[in-house]
């Protein structure tokens, strides 16, 4: 950094500091200097202008900053994303489409109902019987149910089996730690906090039914090799042998989201891949608890393009002013869920914080595995998918890798 230049990396973390000041729960994980944040709560309030002002500075400043290449491509993305949620805070008129595209580096749009309903279809094959495919998905769902009683205890098997795995294929700090619990009254179905130092605290909200052929996916999402296998990869690589200071903090709305949840939602198909199902129902076979891994397995693949139902529900309800009814009927006909589970996710999408986080989902998991699945030939999954835990890579980048293939 040339001298007298300002600290671009240090002043992005204390400014993200500062908008968990505004809107607790913001900063999603820190692991830096204590005396930082410390500083931070001691200044005065901050305002949404004064963020947004901020941002804009930093952003300005970023050419003279002398940063690599892939370093400063990454905070002009954290900081646009952090320049649009303070004017969002300053109750700045912007439409639900621009919010996305300037958190993500995504531009959404309406699904193909054409491509729902040929999910649906597939699915009436794999789920015969009398009644609508909506009961049948229901009662099949419901068949799959965790007890409550023996939901933490399945996730510790399920935990330990991938945590075998991804030791074995990515690494991991020895220290390395998750600490499980169960929660309630949340928006969400899993939850990690980072702790740093290579611990995790994963909440699991028992709300929500959890499936049994689900339980795999949200373990491997949160910790193994999810969230916190990225938090413990990046924390070793990138703060404490490269001195990123920007990766100490980990802030919601901005394009490191898009990167983490694509990557988690990855979790399954980088650590265990075809045949998760029975492999799956193997280890909670042991526990008494069953279900067809074959058939689970068949029906996740089938169901996948629904995924992309949720973001269409935030579309219509934020840019189109659909009535929050008629997106709960959306929801319920598509993705062919309950009214309660339309309702449950009506309060995601309605969330003043979390309103954008679903297309990290939806566009997180597309464009990361139509790169997972476009690696070079000589490459393995392995070493593709570690490109995602070690490197600052940005939608923007990743989209750019892709094109030029």
């Given at each position: 950094m ?19 000041r ?25 305002t949404?202008?004064?963020?947004r002002?901020?941002a ?42 621009d ?77 390395e730690?998750v ?34 052929s ?26 404490e ?12 709305n ?8 694509g990557?988690?939602?990855l ?17 909670l ?43 709960i ?64 890579l ?12």
């Open positions: 040339p001298a007298g230049a300002l600290d671009v990396p240090l002043e992005y973390v204390r400014l993200g500091l500062r908008f968990d505004l809107e607790s729960g913001f900063v999603d994980a820190y692991t830096g200097d204590p005396r930082i944040r410390a500083q931070v709560a001691d200044e005065p309030a901050p949404p202008q004064a963020l002002d901020q804009r500075g930093l952003l300005a400043e970023l050419d003279a900053a002398a940063l690599p290449a892939d370093r400063a491509d990454y905070l002009r993305g954290q900081l646009t994303g952090l320049e649009c949620t303070a004017r969002k805070m300053n109750s700045e008129p912007v439409g639900f489409v919010e996305v595209a300037a958190y993500f580096q995504v531009d959404v749009v309406l699904g193909d109902p054409a491509v729902y309903a040929a999910a649906h279809a597939e699915l009436e094959t794999l789920l015969p019987g009398s009644g609508s495919l909506s009961e049948r998905y229901a009662v099949h769902r419901r068949r799959e149910e965790c007890p409550p009683d023996r939901l933490e205890t399945a996730v510790h098997a399920l935990s330990s089996a991938l945590r075998d795995q991804v030791r074995g294929r990515y690494g991991l700090p020895e220290v730690t600490h499980y619990e169960v929660v309630t009254d949340q928006p969400w179905s899993g939850f990690n906090y980072y702790e740093g130092n290579y611990r995790s605290k994963v909440a699991i909200n028992a709300d929500l039914p959890h499936r049994l689900h339980l795999p996916h949200l373990v491997a999402h949160e910790a193994y090799p999810g969230h916190h296998t990225e938090h413990c990869r990046k924390e070793l690589g990138l703060v042998r490269a001195a990123r200071t920007e990766h100490t903090v980990f802030l919601v901005t394009p490191e989201c898009l990167m983490a949840e990557l988690a939602d979790g399954v198909q980088a650590s265990i891949g075809d045949g998760w199902g029975p492999w799956a129902a193997e280890i076979g042991d526990l008494g608890l069953r279900f067809d891994g074959h058939l689970a397995e068949r029906i996740s693949a089938a169901a996948a393009p629904l995924n992309r139902v949720r973001q269409d529900a935030a579309i219509l309800l934020h840019d189109r002013k659909a009535d929050p009814d008629e997106v009927a959306y929801l319920q006909r598509w993705s062919l869920v309950s009214s309660e589970r339309a309702t449950q996710q009506l309060r995601f999408l309605t969330h003043p914080l979390w309103r954008a986080y679903i297309s990290t989902y939806v566009e997180g998991y597309d464009l990361l595995s139509r790169w997972l699945a476009d690696r070079p030939a000589d490459q393995s999954v392995e070493g593709r998918f570690l490109r995602l835990l070690d490197e600052p940005t939608p923007r980048a990743v989209a750019a890798e892709l094109l030029a293939a």
